[in-house]
């Protein structure tokens, strides 16, 4: 492919970044349902041993949700809500088809939605998770409010699971999106088909340097 053909959509910091985020996901997922399914027992050892598991999950649950509080400065701003989101979510039919609808900018309403969902299950995640977390913060809290954050932190966790399924989904099955996160760069023809005004800003603001995302 020419090499102008190509936009880039994200740098090597903000492709670090969210791959440090999605590898601590898996981390935590793993030894979470590790610690909650007796049948899953043995998913703990994704962090060494039981007993480090114990240790390191509230550990490793901090570090993704610092790595993510970066990309939600980096990116609320472009998944605020539009008008342009109704057209599309009316015709979420179609898009299931992998035609597109509307004139869509940066993200589109579905990963707008995922980016909301986990900001929200993560903040649900964090503070229940210390109200829970022994030996340093659960002996602060009165029995009945661990077990409030318990039922948080297992509801939040699950939500976060099922959208970051749903967002795993989405980055494979629409084609020429994963390069994005690998390798940083998009086609025009696919920013074109699906992010047709993000297309249009890129190429205003670069009509020369047309690699460079604005
Ligand atoms: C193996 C797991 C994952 C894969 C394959 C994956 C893939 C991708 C891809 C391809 C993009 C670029 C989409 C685009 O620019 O149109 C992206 C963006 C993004 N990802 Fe992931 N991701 C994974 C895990 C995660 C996790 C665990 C989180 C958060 C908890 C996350 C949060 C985000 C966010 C916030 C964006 C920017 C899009 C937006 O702001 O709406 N990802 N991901």
Known sequence: ???HDRIQRYSAPERINHWIVAFCFVLVTLSGLGFFFPSFNWLMHVLGTPQLARILHPFVGVMMFVAFMLMFFRYWRHNLPE????????????????????DTGRYNFGQKCVFWAAIISLVLLLASGIVIWRPYFAGAFAIPV????????????VILIIVIMVHIYAALWVKGTITAMVEGWVTSAWAKHHHPRWYRAVRERQPEQQEKRP
């Not at 039922?151 to 939040?156: A, D, G, N, P, T």
């Open 1 to 3: 492919m020419k090499k």
């Open 146 to 157: 661990i077990r409030l954050a318990l039922v948080v932190h297992s509801v939040s966790a």
């Open 83 to 102: 008008r342009q989101d109704l057209e599309w979510a009316k015709n979420i039919h179609k898009i299931a088809q992998n035609e597109e609808v509307g």
